[in-house]
């Protein structure tokens, strides 16, 4: 039997972070209130999955075709309400994979098992499965699963209404707010729906319901992103360090020398590439969002929102290539002080963590999704241009969390 059994999933019951997608708690959620069409998978058994990315161990590698560090992993319970229960779990790509798919995924032929597998498949091809990189990646090969799928976990909500509240506080203090008056916007601004309470801001951004909805989707994804790299980069500085000293344990040949210094230079190198490239995403949304505090005008910052998700599949790559290295570096190594690794287990790893930069290249004549979006940004109605606002002569209060920090003399 290809499939492997999986003995304990109630650690993760109420996980759903960037590198956990928890089909089973969303569906449980949303109670059958799935829009018409709007189910994630066609396979009712894979609606209740729970999807990793898992780093692949020892025991993993005979499932696999190519060893690879670390893999996108399917768990199906045997017991929806009963997680203690256990499941059965399978490796997108693995060995057999067609029919370890179609028994884990109990398909009968009403279900579309190829419509499925594409969308494994697009999973399989991200770094990350954060919410807003998902519905991007999807929705740019025609799939749209209810939007609901693509919330931010209560777990990361709380970790991040601190960051988010400062975000805000400087448009309610322009209206006159207080403190109890942000936290409210901020609880609206990440919970699932979008209610009454955003109204007045609706109304200011002249924005249809449904427009404002997915206006909110794009600030809430901003934030999350300003959120995210605050919170890496220390780590990843940490990471990059000790990944360009640390030496291997035992024999080296001259080719794994030479291996291992060109996979340093290049993650070195794509690390640099993709923070400057996601900072620089980000700063869009800065210049958005200044013209609407500084400029008093809404219009630019209108257009920002409804044009901006695109920019998603550009900073969730960036930013999931990162995240990945110190990941899965702190998790190899718990402790670096006594860190120990053989030349050709580093060799393989700095391998696998130099292609999540191999899409910082792009082909003559390629455009991106981020770089079509910039230029609907930049090619507006309006007399000044987003990239072109006026500020204020008097320096920013704003702080820059990560900005003193933000150097690559390591």
């Known amino acids: 039997m290809s499939e492997r059994t999986y003995r304990s999933l109630t650690l993760l019951q109420g996980a759903s972070t960037s590198r956990v997608l928890n089909l089973h708690a969303i569906t449980q959620n949303l109670q059958g209130a799935v ?51 256990g499941g059965k779990s399978l490796f997108v790509g693995q060995q057999n994979y067609t029919e370890t798919l179609r028994d884990v995924g109990q398909y009968l032929a009403s279900h579309d098992m190829d419509r499925d597998m594409r969308v494994l498949q697009l999973l399989e091809s991200l770094p990350s499965l954060d919410p807003f990189l998902l519905r991007e990646k999807l929705r740019s090969h025609g799939i749209a699963p209810d939007p609901r799928y693509f919330t931010i976990s209560p777990a990361d909500q709380r970790r991040m209404f601190d960051y988010a509240a400062k975000e805000l506080n400087r448009l309610t203090d322009l209206a006159g707010g207080n403190e109890s008056a942000t936290a409210r916007m901020v609880a609206a601004l990440l919970s699932t729906d979008v209610d009454e309470k955003l109204e007045p801001l609706r109304a200011t951004l002249c924005l249809s319901e449904s427009e404002f909805k997915e206006g909110v989707f794009s600030w809430r994804g901003f934030i999350y992103y300003k959120w995210c790299r605050a919170e890496l980069w220390p780590q990843l500085v940490k990471c990059l360090r000790h990944l360009q000293s640390l030496q291997p344990m035992g024999p080296i040949s001259r080719d794994q020398k030479i ?38 005008d809404p219009r630019q910052f209108r257009k920002f929102l409804l044009d901006a998700p695109a920019l998603f599949l550009d900073i969730g790559e960036k930013m999931g290539a990162l995240s990945h290295i110190t990941s899965f570096w702190r998790f190899r190594f718990p402790d670096l002080e006594r860190a120990s690794i053989d030349a050709e287990e580093l060799v393989l790893m700095l391998q696998d963590f130099s292609k999540g930069f191999a899409g910082n290249e792009i082909k003559a004549g390629r455009r991106s999704p981020a770089r079509e979006a910039l230029d609907r940004l930049l090619t507006s109605e309006l007399v000044e241009p987003i990239l072109l606002v006026a500020h204020d002569n008097e320096p920013s209060t704003r702080q820059e969390e990560v900005s003193a920090g933000d150097t690559w003399a390591l």
Do not use: W
């Not at 560090?69 to 399917?74: E, G, H, L, R």
């Not at 070195?268 to 490239?277: E, F, H, T």
């Open 35 to 85: 829009v018409p069409g709007g189910a994630f998978f066609s396979s009712p058994a894979l609606n209740m999955s729970i999807i990793m990315k898992h780093r692949m161990r020892a025991d993993d590698l005979d499932l696999m075709p190519s060893r690879k560090a670390v893999c996108t992993k399917v768990i199906v319970p045997f017991d929806k309400q009963d997680l203690r229960a």
């Open 259 to 296: 291996d291992l210094d060109a996979a340093r230079q290049r993650i070195l190198s794509g690390a640099k590439l993709n923070s400057n490239g996601v900072r620089k995403l980000l700063q869009v949304y800065e210049d958005a969002y200044d013209s609407l505090l500084c400029g008093r």
